[in-house]
């Protein structure tokens, strides 16, 4: 049986396409898997339940600016390369090693790499992450979701993979029928709002200034985020959903819903370029290198997908961006979005 490590987290960005791979590879039955994250990183508590080891390290952020906590950091990424390296040491030399991104990746892929093993690592966004940048130096293959990310890799090492996408992104069939005893379809449109897994108090106050309009248009179900779903509560009606977080239904959400407003991480945008879902993009100004920008125009000219920055939000109202969404219908559904799945697949099982 063939060994295989996946490393990648501090959000769960990076982690949904480590495992979306590692539900693949547990199908074939013929990879022996493992995961090395951080001691309380969101990856942690996201691979717990597909029964695989799990090995916890000392992981620091790398920051672009001047700051104290880098040498702290610095420390901290030290001891994750030691822990890293004596795990490697005990495994096979034909060990494959698979990095999706994040900081705790870092000390793992250096490791890695000084102990013989094969490298493979993977970005998700438009634009290159620092970790990742650094990892690049170490890895054999570097797989990309967007052509243009290209340039900030060494070509020779770099294959356009697309973004691993789970299976049900290509089907029609919904599974889930009601969230929390909302049903999904009725004769009433619904409206997904979601501003990531911790919700954004940006989008949360756009919606709730104009909630009664908006109910009187859409059934809503709106990702609010764990620590603001008490202020949004009182206000669920057979019309309008607010829920902490959504975990598997996302997609059946996502295929049930007529219109999706949405930040626009790697993952969200990619899910919704496969549904050929045409959406509503508010991305997240401070996000790396604006990376999430970036993500949403990719929708923009591919699906005609709107993208309205932060800094017009102050001057328009939620119903004016759907009038505006409603004007502006491009028509691109016939583009169809590479599934990187079965390509990285490909390359893992040749790659020992």
């Known amino acids: 049986m063939r060994k295989i490590v996946f490393t990648g987290g501090g959000s769960g960005g990076h982690v949904m396409p480590a495992i979306t791979l ?5 199908e074939s039955g013929n990879w022996d898997i493992s995961y090395i994250g951080g001691k309380n990183g969101i990856e942690r508590s996201l691979i717990s339940e597909f029964d695989i080891p799990y090995k916890a390290i000392f992981t620091g952020k790398l920051r672009r600016y001047f700051s104290f906590e880098n040498f702290l950091d610095l420390f901290k990424v030290g001891l994750g390369f030691l822990q890293s390296f004596f795990s490697f040491i005990s495994m096979p030399s034909n060990t494959l090693v698979f990095a999706t991104g994040g900081f705790v990746c870092v000390p793992v892929v250096i490791a890695a790499k000084l102990t013989g093993k094969k490298v493979f690592i993977h970005e998700q966004t438009s634009r290159v992450g620092l970790a990742n940048k650094i990892c690049s130096k170490f890895a054999d293959t570097i797989f990309v ?30 599974e889930t029928k009601e969230i929390q005893g909302f049903p999904l379809i009725s004769d009433k449109p619904l409206l997904f709002v979601t501003g990531g897994g911790n919700g954004s108090l940006l989008l949360n106050n756009l919606i709730k200034s104009d909630l009664e ?9 709106h990702q609010v985020g764990k620590n603001f779903i008490e202020e949004f509560l009182p206000f669920k009606s057979e019309d309008y959903l607010p829920v902490a977080f959504v975990g598997s239904e996302m997609i059946d959400i996502m295929k049930s819903s007529e219109i999706v407003i949405s930040r626009s991480g790697a993952g969200t945008v990619c899910e919704l370029l496969a549904l050929k879902k045409r959406s509503i993009y ?19 000219r591919k699906l005609g997908s709107l993208v309205i920055s932060e800094d017009e939000l102050p001057n328009m109202s939620i119903i004016e961006i759907l009038d505006l969404f409603d004007k502006d219908k491009s028509e691109h559904c016939d583009y169809t979005i590479q599934n990187g799945t079965e390509f990285i697949l490909d390359d893992i099982n040749c790659a020992l």
């Open 282 to 300: 508010i991305p997240l100004k401070i996000a790396q290198k604006n990376e999430q920008f970036h993500n949403a125009m990719e929708a923009h």
């Open 22 to 26: 590692i539900k693949k590879l547990k």
């Open 145 to 174: 979701s967007f052509e243009e990310s290209i340039e900030f890799f060494p070509r020779y090492r770099t294959k356009v993979s697309g973004y691993p996408l789970r299976d049900e992104c290509y089907n029609t069939h919904i």
């Open 213 to 221: 309009e908006l109910n009187s248009r859409f059934r809503i179900i």
